[in-house]
């Protein structure tokens, strides 16, 4: 167990929808991190909020948001879902300063959109 | 953008052999990491390395940071069949900007054992 809890495990929804997912860090861990998963693929970076701040951007798609509120978990925004959406979203935390780049993983949401 | 090339894609041992499989990148990185993904959970972290030259092991895991440190390498000694699963590299690019944490992930290498 890392420490890092995802809600919901699964989510199914249909194209056009609009899903949140949740995520609370590590205790002590400011920074948080959203990836994306699809089937059989590698883990893309998507954002880096740091301390309630947006800290680094990857491919994330304008129909996504996230946010990081004060008690310091997170909620990644998915809009207009479309069939590509599909796949594995990861919330990873770290302690987000100073030299540790280790990021911890949660368990995963598995989105499904049909 | 930064990109890591993971090989091999795929590997198919018998128990108790020995694997071998790294990590290369264009850019240089400060840092590497490793992680075991088993199916539906998320990447769990193996070994972190910080130092050009740095070699951590972690019972029968071993990781070294290249010394170009454009390069990583992970060994896993008298595999086990719990060893299956896939192994990401993840590197964080040198010049990112203060507090912005990006690490690139490499493709993955599937290890399959048979008993």
């Known amino acids: 167990d890392s420490g890092v809890t995802q809600t919901p495990k699964h989510l199914i929804t249909a194209t056009g929808q609009r899903v949140t997912l949740r995520c609370s860090p590590r205790s002590g861990d400011l920074s948080v991190y959203w990836y994306q998963q699809s089937l059989d693929q590698g883990l893309q970076f998507l954002i880096q909020?740091?301390?309630?701040?947006?800290?680094a951007k990857g491919n994330i798609l304008e129909r996504f948001s996230a946010q990081q509120f004060p008690d310091l978990h997170s909620e990644l925004n998915l809009s207009s879902l479309e069939l590509g959406d599909s796949a594995l979203y990861f919330c990873?935390?770290?302690?987000?300063?100073?030299?540790?780049?280790?990021?911890?993983f949660g368990p995963g949401t598995r989105l499904t959109v049909t | 953008g930064q990109q890591l090339n993971q090989s091999p894609q795929s590997m198919f041992i018998q128990e108790g052999e020995d694997v071998s499989m790294n990590c290369t990148s264009s850019?240089?990185?400060?840092?590497w990491l490793w992680y075991k993904q088993e199916p539906g959970e998320g990447p769990v972290l193996l070994i972190a390395?910080?130092?050009?030259?740095e070699l951590t092991s972690n019972g029968r895991l071993t990781a070294q940071f290249g010394i170009t440190r454009k390069d990583s390498f992970l060994n896993i000694s008298a595999s086990i069949p719990s060893d299956v699963g896939i192994y990401f590299c993840?590197?964080?690019?040198?010049?990112?900007?203060?507090?912005?944490?990006?690490?690139?992930f490499g493709q993955g290498t599937r290890l399959t054992i048979n008993p």
């Open positions: 990873a935390s770290s302690v987000g300063q100073g030299v540790s780049y280790e990021q911890y």
């Open positions: 850019s240089i990185f400060n840092t």
């Open positions: 390395l910080y130092k050009a030259g």
């Open positions: 909020y740091y301390n309630g701040e947006e800290r």
């Open positions: 993840a590197g964080q690019p040198i010049l990112a900007f203060q507090g912005a944490q990006k690490l690139v």
